[in-house]
Every structure is written in structure tokens, then in C-alpha cells.
């Protein structure tokens, strides 16, 4: 009995001191496993935050005016402004796949960072310069007709250095924030899940004080004023992020991850006339016991052709050795996973599509209505889309400290509800913010006939819709893909999310190209030179059309969508492995 009660004490003291130290294969800035109560959790992401919030201020302060820069400025026609806004949009969410790709695979997230924080600066310094120095501004005069050349060379050097900048910032930024969270601790799963929002809640706080503050000083400042007050902020919080380097989790690059699933299709090619054994647990994986290979998969029943490479065909050594001949359960998995999220993927660009709008055509449809609010002040047309942020806003905070706790209590579900649920949800407001948006153009068509200017907060229901469906579709894809993709992956994961809005930003485009195509052929084009000989109800009618069917689609795949499952450590109080 006494060595029975020896025994439960000193497992007791072992499990006690293992929760001391986070042994998800990070390692403090030391290199060493790091201690729970001094790294990680909200006392270093809060260090991410703050350098997410200055990127997210520059970033929409440039993309919510950029189109009334281009069109007053540069003097581009509405077609050609609205179409270069969304080719830079686009490039600056896509470039994170090479970013992604580098900081996994390479560099490490921390690195990344850092490096892309002085090619952001270097674009901020550019945007400033081509203001303030006589030789690179549009013209001598205050009034211009016609920009110079060289101006626009800087102008448009700076912005996508900003691009190159985002391309390393967006996948790696809120990737090692989360990776401030251990998975296998139960209270830190739950502080991730509500990072996302919080995350989500300082990018839509830095989208109100860009497209309100910043966009104000642009137009009745100007430019370069609101440059340099960028490119001060930012450097700011870059040394501010680095202060914070003792307190951060990292871990370490694990070498190309897309050679280890080509290794998996490979030998289970090599392996395509085995039969599959009756039994999962016939299949090669390695010891529990070992690290080596990070958390461990479970498997699933999906895509069983790629089981194949698991099965072992020689009992020696030299197979095992050999990964492009034998691929453990948990390779496997993870490949299974990369093929799970493609369709996933496609079906969530009508987002990208529908966040679009809110920085090209809303903004100049506000531009043609009625922008005062008194006598004397008049609204720059792009703060309106700060409506857009302040409905996120509202909605997250309601959604994490109210909705989800109470739905924990309902459905048993760590999150709430599902990831796709909520993407979904998402969803169905992006039919929703394009319908009324359509039935707001016409009655500010009506209008326009008949030489009355609506009031620019008719836009206000669209802008605000637009911000409750970020808040479940925006938040959501970014919890699923760095959730579901694996674990050597995330920064690549959250890299496919940003280009869900890159790939947004160019069929917009495309679409934009083939309405002009087809509807200008009788002299009546859609989208024409000016917003009141245009007819946008109808394009957004198209793109209600088009979100709707998007959406039936979506929610076919996600009612067989497998999520991923993990073999984690029990530890006091803790599960098995994420509910979804």
C-alpha cells in the first residue's frame, strides 16, 4: 500500500514538474525548452499584436484612399484605378506564399519578421519621399494635370516594397503569435482561440483609425504628412517587438515541408498494388516517446490510396531509413490534410471578392454621394469604410466573451461552434452585403437622375454587414488555416488564407475586365468611366448570384469535411485531441 501511494506521488511530482515546461518542440530564444510561466501566452503575443496593429494602420490607410490617389492624383479613369488597385491588393496578399514558404521552411518566423519590417519601412520611406522631395513630387505646380513620370515610378516602387514587406509580415506575424499558445495545454488552447479574434479585433482597430485618422490627414493634410506619421509608428513598434524577444516561444525551420508530402505520393505510388491492411494500427508510425517528429496524427479513414505509403513491406532497417519508400501515419495525415484544404480554398475566394469592394467601388460610390456631415465638415469618401472595422469591432467582442461561452455550454465544442460553421456564416453575409449593396446603387442612381445627391450613410448598412461577415468568414479562415494544415506548415497556412483575398482582389479584377467587355458593346457598360453613367447594382447583383451558388457549394464540403485530429500527451484536465 505505502509503495502503491509512493508511486501516485512521484508520478504526481513528475506530472507537476513537466507542466512547468512547454514541450510542444519550441524553444526559448536560448535555444532551450522554454519555462511556461515566463514565455508565451498573451504577455508575448501582445508584443505581436501591437506591430500587427502599425502594420495594419499603414496598410489600410494606403488601400482605403489608394483609388482616389490614383484617379485625382495620377488621373486614371475609374476602370484602370479600381483594376491597379486590386493588381497591388492582390500582389500583397499573394506575395505571403513565398514569405510563408521561406520563413517554414528556412528562415524561422522571428527572422522573417524582422527582415520584412525593414523592407516595409524602406516602401514607407519611399511613399514619404516621393512627397516631400521637390524633384520626385507629382508636379511643381499645386495644380496637376498630368503627374510626372518619375513620380510615379517612386510612387508605385514604394507600394509594392510594401507588398514585398506584407509578403513576409501576414503569414509569419500571426502564425508565431499563435504559436505563443501550447496545444497540449488545455488553457492555452483556449487562449488560441480566442487570439484569432483578438487578432482580428486589432487588424479591424488599425482598418478604423487608417481609414479615419490617416485617410484625413491624406486629404486635407496630405500625403506625406500621413507617410511620416506612418513610418514613425512602425519603426516604433519594430523596436518594440524585438525588446520583447526574451518572452517569445519559436520554433525552429523543419526544412521544405512540400518534400516531405511529394515523399508520401511518391512511395505510395511505389506501393499502388499492396492492399491496404485491415488495421490502422498495421501501419508505420513512430514511438509516441518520440519528439522527434513533432505531435503525432491520428488517421483517418479519407483518401486511403495515400495509406499506402504507410504500409511496411520489409521488416529491416533500410526501409524505414528511406522516407521516399515508407512515410509514417502522421506524414501521411498531414498530407491528407494539404489536399483537404484545396477545395476548401476555392470555395472561400468569394470572400476575397467581396472585401474587394469595400476598398475600390464602395469607395466610389461614397466619393459621388453627399459626404457632409455638417456645414462645415465634410468626410474623406474612404472613411467610410471604417464602418466596415467598427461592425467587426462590435462583433468579436460579443462573439468571444458572450456567444462562445454559451455555446461551449451547448454543444460540447471548444470552439463554439465549428470552423466551417462559422466560415459559413461568414458566407451567407457576403450574399447578404452584395444584395444590399445592389439596392443602395439604385437608389442612388434614382437619385443621381434626377440631380439629387444621396447621403453617404446609406452606404453605412453595406459597410457594416461587410464587418459582421469578416468576423466569422475573415476569422474563421484564418483559425482553419493554420488549425488544419500541418504543424510545420502554419506560416504556409496562413499564407493560403491571405490569398484567399489576393485571388479575391484579381478575379475581381477579371470580372471587371469581362463586364466591361460584354456589357460595353451596346455603348452601356457596367462599370463605365464615371459611377453615375455605370451601373454597379447590376454588377452586384451578378456577385450576390455568384456568392450564393459559391455558398450552396461550401456547405456540401464542409458536411464531409474530416478534421484533423491529434495524439497528444494527457495531461491533468486535458483532452485527447481538438475538437473542431
Not at 452606404?459 to 500541418?486: A, K, M, R, T
Amino acid at each position: 500500500m505505502e509503495q502503491e501511494m509512493e508511486k501516485r506521488k512521484i508520478e504526481k511530482e513528475e506530472e507537476e514538474e513537466e507542466e512547468k515546461w512547454v514541450l510542444d518542440g519550441s524553444k526559448d530564444y536560448k535555444g532551450r525548452v522554454p519555462l511556461r510561466a515566463s514565455t508565451g501566452a498573451w504577455k508575448a503575443s501582445l508584443f505581436v499584436l501591437t506591430i500587427e496593429f502599425s502594420e495594419r494602420i499603414s496598410f489600410f490607410g494606403i488601400a482605403t484612399n489608394l483609388i482616389s490617389y490614383l484617379t485625382k492624383v495620377i488621373h486614371e479613369d475609374l476602370n484602370t484605378a479600381a483594376k491597379n488597385v486590386n493588381y497591388w491588393t492582390g500582389t500583397s496578399t499573394l506575395m505571403p506564399l513565398i514569405g510563408g514558404f521561406v520563413a517554414d521552411a528556412y528562415t524561422g518566423r522571428f527572422l522573417m519578421v524582422l527582415f520584412s519590417s525593414f523592407v516595409y519601412l524602406m516602401g514607407l520611406c519611399l511613399l514619404t519621399m516621393s512627397q516631400f522631395i521637390p524633384s520626385l513630387k507629382p508636379c511643381k505646380s499645386s495644380i496637376c494635370r498630368k503627374p510626372r513620370k518619375v513620380h510615379e515610378v517612386v510612387f508605385f516602387l514604394a507600394l509594392y516594397c510594401i507588398s514585398l514587406g506584407t509578403g513576409g509580415y501576414k503569414p509569419c506575424l500571426e502564425s508565431f503569435g499563435a504559436d505563443q499558445f501550447d496545444d497540449d495545454n488545455t488553457e492555452d488552447r483556449k487562449k488560441k482561440m480566442s487570439f484569432f479574434n483578438w487578432w482580428n479585433f486589432a487588424l479591424c482597430f488599425g482598418l478604423l483609425l487608417g481609414a479615419t485618422v490617416i485617410v484625413y490627414v491624406q486629404d486635407y493634410v496630405g500625403w506625406g504628412a500621413a507617410g511620416l506619421i506612418l513610418t514613425i509608428f512602425m519603426a516604433l513598434t519594430v523596436i518594440a517587438f524585438y525588446v520583447g524577444k526574451p518572452f517569445y516561444r519559436y520554433r525552429r525551420p523543419e526544412g521544405n515541408p512540400l518534400t516531405q508530402v511529394l515523399q508520401v505520393i511518391v512511395a505510395a505510388i511505389r506501393k499502388r498494388n499492396l492492399t491496404n491492411p485491415s488495421s490502422a494500427s498495421l501501419l508505420y508510425e513512430v514511438p509516441k516517446s518520440d519528439k522527434s517528429q513533432g505531435r503525432l496524427l491520428s488517421h483517418t479513414s479519407r483518401l486511403r490510396f495515400l495509406d499506402k505509403a504507410a504500409i511496411i513491406e520489409d521488416k529491416n532497417s533500410e526501409e524505414k531509413e528511406n522516407p521516399w519508400r515508407l512515410a509514417t501515419v502522421t506524414r501521411v495525415e498531414e498530407t491528407k490534410l494539404l489536399l483537404n484544404v484545396i477545395p476548401i480554398w476555392l470555395t472561400s475566394v468569394t470572400v476575397g471578392i467581396c472585401v474587394a469592394q469595400g476598398s475600390t467601388l464602395f469607395v466610389k460610390q461614397a466619393a459621388a454621394m453627399n459626404l457632409n456631415i455638417t456645414h462645415s465638415f465634410k468626410i474623406p469618401p474612404a472613411s467610410i469604410a471604417s464602418f466596415a472595422a467598427f461592425g467587426t469591432l462590435v462583433a468579436v467582442p460579443i462573439y468571444d466573451k458572450i456567444i462562445v461561452p454559451v455555446l461551449r455550454k451547448v454543444t460540447g465544442n471548444e470552439r463554439g461552434i465549428s470552423i466551417l460553421r462559422r466560415i459559413g456564416i461568414g458566407l451567407t453575409f457576403t450574399v447578404i452585403v452584395m444584395v444590399v449593396a445592389a439596392l443602395v446603387e439604385a437608389k442612388r442612381l434614382r437619385a443621381a437622375e434626377k440631380n439629387t445627391t444621396s447621403s453617404v450613410f446609406w452606404l453605412i448598412p453595406q459597410y457594416l454587414l461587410l464587418g459582421f461577415g469578416d468576423s466569422f468568414s475573415l476569422v474563421g479562415l484564418q483559425e482553419y488555416f493554420y488549425d488544419q494544415v500541418p504543424d510545420s506548415m502554419r506560416s504556409l497556412g496562413m499564407a493560403l488564407y491571405l490569398s484567399v483575398i489576393g485571388i479575391g482582389s484579381f478575379v475581381s479584377s477579371f470580372l471587371i475586365i469581362i463586364v466591361d467587355h460584354v456589357t460595353g458593346k451596346d455603348g452601356k457598360a457596367w462599370i463605365g468611366k464615371d459611377i453615375n453613367s455605370s451601373r454597379l447594382d447590376r454588377f452586384y447583383w451578378m456577385l450576390a448570384v455568384i456568392n450564393g451558388l459559391n455558398l450552396c457549394l461550401f456547405l456540401l464540403l464542409a458536411r464531409r469535411y474530416t478534421y484533423k485530429t491529434v495524439q497528444r500527451r494527457t495531461l491533468p484536465n486535458d483532452g485527447v485531441e481538438i475538437i473542431p
